[in-house]
Nanobody, 122 residues
Framework: QVHLVESGGGLVQAGGSLRLSCAASGRTFSSWAMGWFRQAPGKEREFVAGIIRSGGITTYADSVKGRFTISRDNAKNTVNLQMNSLKPEDTAVYYC???????????????WGQGTQVTVSS
């Protein structure tokens, strides 16, 4: 069992930055690949970024590549998402998730956080 809690969301102007964090409970955090997903109003939840258990390999959606960076600290049981050059279209609820693979598919993730709202104003 893994309990995930996101933080760091908020309101930011276009071009600004935010850093999201996800704190995980349990002693097996390093056993899980982690991912970030987002869901905008009226849209389906979509993949944003993923990171393998060791943190050595990361993957990104094309829409955020070059602007967002996913990282993890296995000693602190946290995964972060640094978001730079934010755009209004990045507005969404952001979720972290734990799974066996750093996949872009939601079904590959077993545990989900409650989400944190990110709003980017133009």
């Amino acid at each position: 069992q893994v309990h995930l809690v996101e933080s760091g969301g908020g309101l930011v102007q276009a071009g600004g930055s935010l850093r999201l964090s996800c704190a995980a409970s349990g002693r097996t955090f390093s056993s899980w690949a982690m991912g970030w997903f987002r869901q905008a109003p009226g849209k389906e939840r979509e993949f944003v970024a993923g990171i393998i258990r060791s943190g050595g390999i990361t993957t990104y959606a094309d829409s955020v590549k070059g602007r967002f960076t996913i990282s993890r600290d296995n000693a602190k049981n946290t995964v972060n998402l640094q978001m730079n050059s934010l755009k209004p279209e990045d507005t969404a609820v952001y979720y972290c998730a734990a799974g066996q693979y750093a996949s872009s598919r939601q079904n590959d993730y077993n545990y989900w956080g409650q989400g944190t709202q990110v709003t980017v104003s133009s």
